[in-house]
């Protein structure tokens, strides 16, 4: 069936309310668009979609989905269905003081479900509908209260933004430290093997960068130093068997060459592996 964009029409009429609110049911779907206002839509009856950023958002009953201005999308409307759509100028935003400096949360968008936002959404939906009976109602200081309860709203999910980013990272600091004390252990027991940064960071699952940067911050140092470092550990409880050579104290570690061997153990050590080794015996 063709569609004839009459709803699109109708979203780009302005009047002087800095709050627009649009009871919806018409069966068009909106092209690519952007404008400049943050646009809140609330499913009544059917499902809607909306496409951003090459995702595709279905919209149920009982949920929203907050558009920041600037952001282009489309939407797919269903033959049938009934919802709201709501459009906010930025001054109602402004209004709100430290609700400008939050907007970064809501990009691209927001869709507020309940298997994801079941603590705020009702109360979030409330705050929507008690706009709409303001609207409906036409009393006095109409566009003062309805744009009151659209900076609640605002500012409700935008502080459920900033806790839902904080455990997330949370939780993903909790992944992280998980993974790297597993990345550590396998880095001590197999020290004598020929480990390498790319290695290590497909045994972690993060990219070879991103692997290399999150291990210096929480280590102080690359993983090459730690790597050694441990291999060097190895290297002393080796040669505190008397009966081992110094050859196999150097194969045993994964060193390649006794040169090599004696190099890298005076240079974290400050003394040869034979000094070592002769101290050790005197102490005992």
Same mark, same amino acid.
């Given at each position: 069936?063709?569609?004839?964009?009459?709803?699109?029409?109708?979203?780009?009429?302005?009047?002087?309310?800095?709050?627009?609110?649009?009871?919806?049911?018409?069966?068009?779907?909106?092209?690519?668009?952007?404008?400049?206002?943050?646009?809140?839509?609330?499913?009544?009856?059917?499902?809607?979609?909306?496409?951003?950023?090459?995702?595709?958002?279905?919209?149920?009953?009982?949920?929203?989905?907050?558009?920041?201005?600037?952001?282009?999308?489309?939407?797919?409307?269903?033959?049938?269905?009934?919802?709201?759509?709501?459009?906010?100028?930025?001054?109602?935003?402004?209004?709100?003081?430290?609700?400008?400096?939050?907007?970064?949360?809501?990009?691209? !968008?927001?869709?507020?479900?309940?298997?994801?936002?079941?603590?705020?959404?009702?109360?979030?939906?409330?705050?929507?509908?008690?706009?709409?009976?303001?609207?409906?109602?036409?009393?006095?200081?109409?566009?003062?209260?309805? !744009?009151?309860?659209?900076?609640?709203?605002?500012?409700?999910?935008?502080?459920?933004?900033?806790?839902?980013?904080?455990?997330?990272?949370?939780?993903?600091?909790?992944?992280?430290?998980?993974?790297?004390?597993?990345?550590?252990?396998?880095?001590?027991?197999? !020290?004598?093997?020929?480990?390498?940064?790319?290695?290590?960071?497909?045994?972690?699952?993060?990219?070879?960068?991103?692997?290399?940067?999150?291990?210096?911050?929480?280590?102080?140092?690359?993983?090459?130093?730690?790597?050694?470092?441990?291999?060097?550990?190895? !290297?002393?409880?080796?040669?505190?068997?008397?009966?081992?050579?110094?050859?196999?104290?150097?194969?045993?570690?994964?060193?390649?060459?006794?040169?090599?061997?004696?190099?890298?153990?005076?240079?974290?050590?400050?003394?040869?592996?034979?000094?070592?080794?002769?101290?050790?015996?005197?102490?005992?």
């Amino acid at each position: 069936m063709e569609r004839s964009f009459a709803s699109l029409r109708q979203l780009d009429h302005h009047d002087s309310s800095p709050v627009r609110i649009y009871p919806n049911n018409e069966p068009d779907d909106y092209p690519a668009h952007w404008h400049r206002k943050v646009e809140i839509i609330l499913p009544v009856t059917e499902s809607y979609a909306a496409i951003i950023d090459n995702h595709r958002y279905e919209m149920q009953p009982g949920e929203v989905l907050v558009i920041p201005s600037g952001v282009v999308h489309e939407i797919l409307a269903p033959p049938e269905g009934t919802r709201y759509i709501f459009m906010v100028d930025h001054e109602v935003v402004d209004m709100a003081d430290g609700l400008s400096a939050m907007q970064h949360f809501f990009y691209p !968008c927001v869709h507020l479900r309940p298997e994801t936002d079941g603590k705020i959404l009702d109360t979030a939906i409330d705050y929507l509908l008690r706009a709409v009976t303001e609207h409906d109602k036409r009393e006095i200081m109409e566009p003062a209260a309805i !744009c009151a309860w659209i900076d609640l709203f605002l500012i409700h999910v935008a502080r459920w933004l900033v806790e839902r980013q904080e455990t997330d990272e949370s939780d993903r600091r909790q992944h992280m430290n998980e993974t790297l004390l597993d990345v550590y252990a396998y880095i001590t027991e197999h !020290c004598s093997e020929q480990l390498t940064l790319d290695g290590m960071a497909a045994y972690s699952g993060y990219s070879k960068y991103h692997f290399a940067r999150i291990f210096n911050e929480y280590t102080g140092m690359s993983f090459y130093e730690f790597f050694l470092r441990q291999r060097v550990m190895l !290297c002393r409880q080796l040669l505190s068997e008397a009966d081992l050579s110094m050859t196999e104290v150097a194969s045993r570690a994964g060193f390649g060459s006794i040169a090599t061997f004696n190099r890298v153990f005076k240079q974290y050590e400050g003394i040869t592996p034979t000094q070592y080794r002769t101290m050790r015996q005197g102490r005992r």
